[in-house]
């Protein structure tokens, strides 16, 4: 079992920077995504890492925006996000999927455990 928590969420405005974090209960040899979901949207891939960082993947709409980092010894995955846009505006959650460690997947149902997600508000 393993159990995510993200937070690092809040208000920012827009063009602002804001990093999520995600601390897992126990080790983090996994492949991490982050995605978001707004209302009336499905829920969308951000980014991902691999277990030994050296890959990551991004959303076109993220991608030199956004920077997935991992730290093992923490157990924790970061989400830096700058020049964050409207559209930014989401409940953002950390998944995590146990049964690769290179191939970063876009796909929700790749994941098998999730966050409780938090809340970005970006405002103009």
């Known amino acids: 079992q393993v159990t995510l928590v993200e937070s690092g969420g809040g208000l920012v405005q827009a063009g602002g920077s804001l990093t999520l974090s995600c601390a897992s209960s126990g080790r983090t040899s996994y492949v991490m995504g982050w995605f978001r979901h707004s209302p009336g949207k499905e829920r969308d891939f951000v980014g991902g890492i691999s277990v030994s960082g050296a890959r990551t993947d991004y959303a076109d709409s993220v991608k030199g925006r956004f920077t997935v980092s991992r730290d093992n010894a923490k157990n924790t995955v970061y989400l830096q996000m700058n020049s964050l846009k409207l559209e930014d505006t989401a409940v953002y959650y950390c998944?995590?999927?146990?049964?690769?460690?290179?191939?970063?997947?876009?796909?929700?149902?790749?994941?098998?455990?999730w966050g409780q997600g938090t809340q970005v508000t970006v405002f103009s």
């Open positions: 998944a995590a999927n146990i049964r690769h460690y290179h191939t970063v997947s876009s796909d929700p149902e790749s994941y098998d455990y």
